[in-house]
């Protein structure tokens, strides 16, 4: 199979990422084959240990990778698929609900792009004697009293 390695400094969760990959190199593939996640092994003149991304045109997918040095000049790389990558043009044609706002309505779907405001706050107060009122103009707060001994 023919890959070619680089790098990408774009964030996982990004589907178009930018990558700077070099040329292809034909590379063996421990068995047992896996196109999700292979091990390849390469010289070592053929990917940097810096190298963090691949793309191979047999497989037409994206991989993040992990490249370890190997005894007699070969390296070692375990690739994992990158699927944003990978099926990006399929993803951009789908209708999707993105939400990226602090309004957002889909609580479910997490978004690492989004600050969340605390929806609880916590307050502990001692006080004396024998009344515990409640703001009346704070009506969406809820109290908890509790007595020690």
Known sequence: MTFQFGTTNSANEVIHKSTDLGNAVTCII??????ISPYL????????????????????RYYFIEVEDLPGGRRGVQCTVDPLMSFASEIDTRDVNIERY??????????????????NEVVIESF???EFAKAS?????????????
Do not use: H, M, Q
């Not at 704070?138 to 001994?149: C, K």
């Open 102 to 119: 602090e309004g957002a309505t889909e609580s479910d779907i997490y978004d690492s792009g989004v600050c969340l405001i605390a929806r």
């Open 30 to 35: 421990k068995d047992p084959i896996d196109v």
């Open 41 to 60: 092994i390469v010289k070592d003149t053929e990917v940097e240990l810096t190298d963090n991304y691949a793309y191979s045109s047999d497989t037409e």
């Open 128 to 130: 004396t004697g024998c």
């Open 137 to 149: 103009d704070n009506n969406a707060r809820t109290y908890i009293l509790t007595v020690a001994n």
